[in-house]
């Protein structure tokens, strides 16, 4: 089963830092493109941040550059957003989220497989 | 950042009635409009990529229209399990950009 499960969520206080993990499975996770999209109670979506299949690509929305990190561990099949100086505006459902590739390798940019989701709640 | 906008932002509806939401985005970005449902508590489904194809093993009740600055997301005859939040997103430039949702409430 193709399935992406988040993990790291909490209560952090502003200031601090959290780090997110999303494993992968049942899919070949090195080949496909890999992103951060949140949620804040009662809100919209929001794309957060994006990343290549080898790593060697990244983009982050304006609000989070130069406090936001993401990286992959192929090897593990592994997501991670490292999530510094956080504010009351990152408190969001944070979902890794798949780039959707279809037969003939062509991307939409389109995200095909969500995980769960993870709350992180930022206050003091 | 591309703007996109969706309206309307909630429509009350029966089931077996036809339900159309619209989104326009603010520069054009040719066919590159994903279309996603989302329900409480739960992630976002995708429903229609490139504007107007059908993902794999979604009802072919949904469909997806347009292209430049607007574009449609039909169900042709709404299902009580079609109650839920629709979301459109650009995926012609970074960062993806969404709408702000449309509501499908029961009538």
């Known amino acids: ?124 | 950042d591309i703007q996109m906008t969706q309206s309307p932002s909630s429509v009350s509806a029966s089931v077996g009635d036809r339900v159309t939401i619209t989104c326009r985005a603010s520069q054009g970005i040719s066919s590159w409009l994903a279309w996603y449902q989302q329900k409480p508590g739960k992630a976002p489904k995708l429903l229609i990529y490139a504007a107007s194809s059908l993902q794999s093993g979604v009802p072919s009740r949904f469909s997806g229209s347009g292209s430049g600055t607007d574009f449609t997301l039909t169900i042709s005859s709404l299902q009580p399990e079609d109650f839920a939040t629709y979301y459109c997103q650009q995926a012609n430039t970074f960062p993806p950009t969404f709408g702000g949702g449309t509501k499908v409430e029961i009538k």
């Open chain 1, 1 to 124: 089963e193709v399935q992406l499960v988040e993990s790291g969520g909490g209560l952090v206080q502003p200031g601090g830092s959290l780090r997110l993990s999303c494993a992968a499975s049942g899919f070949t996770f090195s080949r496909l493109e890999m992103n951060w999209v949140r949620q804040s109670p009662g809100k919209g979506l929001e794309w957060v941040s994006y990343i290549s299949s080898r790593g060697d690509s990244t983009y982050y929305v304006d609000s989070v550059k130069g406090r936001f990190t993401i990286s992959r561990d192929n090897a593990k099949n592994s997501l991670y957003l490292q999530m510094n100086s956080l504010r009351a505006e990152d408190t969001a459902v944070y979902y890794c989220a798949r780039d959707f590739s279809d037969s003939t390798g062509s991307y939409y940019r389109a995200f095909d497989i969500w995980g769960q989701g993870t709350m992180v709640t930022v206050s003091s």
